[in-house]
């Protein structure tokens, strides 16, 4: 059993954070989470670099710096960073809307570019404190474009597993539909056979043995294949061969650098919301609670650093973290391991890693995405709300017809058009009344949105009401006011005159006070005695000189 979690610090760590009262009794734990950990992570992060139709390098890559940075800054003590099959699908179609083809010299360094763009995005969403905002994207959105995400990259994979070696993930669901269907008559019986039996092992070792690292087992059992029998003579391809050694430090490609902005923002969005996400689901009670800027910071420093070392865009993935978490990881020293594993890799087994075949990536990569589809997932929300179900079905047929970024973009507009009808939303009630006033109770924060339609419904009550002398509005949940706010409510204030009934400000919060205080109308109410600390002072009409006097005499 885990020895307890400690209790969060006093004091906010910027470097290392997870460090924070480190024990010489965990790090037998994170040297065995950081190595089952990185028995998933490195094979994965290779297989999702084809993806983006990149070498299998550049994923192994992405396993390094961006890890390093991450564990400096990031506040998950288990959670590992790398890419996601979303993100490197983001990454493919965006490569192809900016025009740079596969394969082509200047791939990788446009790659690098779209890297730095969206850690440079990310910081200035920290700059510009966002993080709160950016997560205001629901889950039903996120579900929409992981369900469209998922067939367009299963389907994609599917000329590999047949024995091609196109991958048109990057030109959308309809295209590589279009490619499955001309890849059929070309197929490789044995290629078929691998990527049959890859697929098997990877849905059989999920669901039995799930502590096994499944696509640890099929890359060594495609390397032996290939190595001790005679596939390639088969039609079995191979990857290309993997260079030695740590990546070397270059400069971005920016030629088409006007090209990736829209994709990097999309990137950016859902590689901060896939780290938050999996940051808090994978926290531990006790353990310091993550800090929506802070992740921004780290998963935009991580970004930002590893664009200059051939890496793809990173952010936290669910599946590793869980292996890393489930191993006993303490701290972001389980990172450092995996790390290290990364680095032996590429300095030492790149020979044999070039034997791979290219059905056993894609064979990873499908099983990966397949589990995007979450059928469950779209079920619960049709249970529970169908307007989420709806918001997450439009985000996929989006996803999978006009393309992941626009999926991405619908998605967000749909949240935000959802909160802005919720802000739209009329929060009046109505409360106690007597014989000549009638209290109107304002249970909601009042915007720009929601104060006409507001004004407008507490004028229709008074209407409905007659006769009535005062109308009090009970203000306690309005904490913040703007000018048009306060505007609102001196017009309420001249309509309430016109029809002969005065207007009452009850329970108004110190907060709103203070800023309504700067105004003549405020000023106005306050000199006539028509603000009140409570409801029943301001039904009875009792000014706060009385009521001070009388509990002077009743003292």
Not at 379 to 407: H, Q
């Amino acid at each position: 059993m885990n020895a307890p979690v400690p209790a969060a610090p006093s004091t906010h760590r910027w470097l290392l954070p997870t460090l924070s009262g480190y024990q010489r009794g965990w790090l037998t734990g994170d040297v065995i989470a950081g190595l089952s950990a990185g028995a998933v992570v490195v094979p994965q992060a290779m297989a999702y670099a084809t993806i983006a139709n990149m070498p299998v390098q550049i994923g192994l890559y992405t396993c390094m710096v961006p890890m390093i940075v991450y564990a400096m800054l990031g506040g998950s003590r288990a959670m590992s960073v790398s890419t996601t099959s979303t993100i490197a699908t983001l990454s493919a179609t965006t490569l192809v809307s900016a025009g740079v083809a596969a394969g082509a010299e200047d791939a990788v360094g446009s790659l690098m570019a779209l890297t730095l763009l969206v850690g440079v995005i990310l910081l200035l969403g920290r700059l510009l404190r966002l993080g709160s905002i950016v997560e205001v994207i629901n889950k039903s959105t996120i579900i929409g474009v992981q369900v469209g995400v998922g067939g367009t990259v299963a389907v994609g994979q599917l000329p590999k597993l047949l024995g091609e070696t196109s991958d048109p993930t990057g030109k959308g669901f309809i295209r590589s539909i279009a490619a499955v269907v001309e890849a059929i008559p070309e197929g490789n019986l044995a290629t078929i056979c691998l990527s049959v039996g890859s697929v098997a092992v990877l849905f059989g070792v999920k669901a039995y043995l799930p502590k096994v690292p499944g696509p640890l087992v099929v890359v060594v059992a495609g390397i032996l294949l290939v190595a001790f029998t005679s596939l390639t003579d088969h039609g079995v391809q191979k990857i290309a061969p993997i260079p030695f050694g740590f990546p070397v430090p270059k400069l971005p490609d920016f030629t088409h650098l006007a090209g990736l902005v829209p994709g990097a923002l999309a990137i950016a969005v859902m590689a901060f919301l896939e780290s938050a996400a999996v940051a808090r689901g994978i926290r531990k009670p006790g353990e310091t609670q993550i800090d929506s800027n802070q992740e921004l910071f780290a998963t935009a420093a991580a970004n930002v650093a590893g664009s200059f070392f051939q890496t793809m865009p990173a952010a936290g993935g669910f599946s590793q973290s869980a292996v890393n978490q489930g191993a006993g990881a303490r701290s972001q020293v389980s990172s450092l391991v995996t790390v290290a594993l990364a680095v032996i890799v590429a300095l030492f087994l790149a020979p044999v890693l070039s034997l791979l075949p290219q059905a056993t990536l894609a064979s990873m990569v499908f099983v990966a995405v397949v589990g995007l589809i979450d059928v469950r997932a779209l079920a619960r929300l049709k249970r529970i709300s169908a307007r989420d179900f709806w918001t997450a079905l439009v985000t996929a047929a989006v996803g999978l017809t006009a393309g992941l970024l626009a999926a991405v973009a619908a998605g967000v507009l749909i949240t935000f058009g959802l909160v802005l009808h919720e802000l739209n939303r009329v929060r009046v009630t109505m409360g106690p009344r007597t014989a000549e006033a009638l209290t109107v109770v304002v249970g909601g924060a009042l915007y720009t949105a929601n104060v006409q339609e507001s004004e407008r419904a507490i004028i229709a009550q008074v209407e409905q009401n007659q006769p009535l002398k005062a109308v009090v509005l009970e203000v306690s949940q309005v904490r913040q006011l703007s000018v048009t706010v306060l505007d609102a409510l001196e017009d309420l204030d001249r309509e309430l005159t016109a029809l002969g009934v005065q207007l009452r400000l009850a329970s108004v919060a110190p907060e709103a006070v203070a800023m309504a205080s700067r105004t003549g109308w405020y000023q106005g109410l306050v000199e006539n005695n028509r603000v009140f600390d409570t409801t029943e002072a301001a039904l009875a009409g009792t000014p706060p000189s009385d009521r001070d006097q009388n509990s002077e005499s009743r003292s």
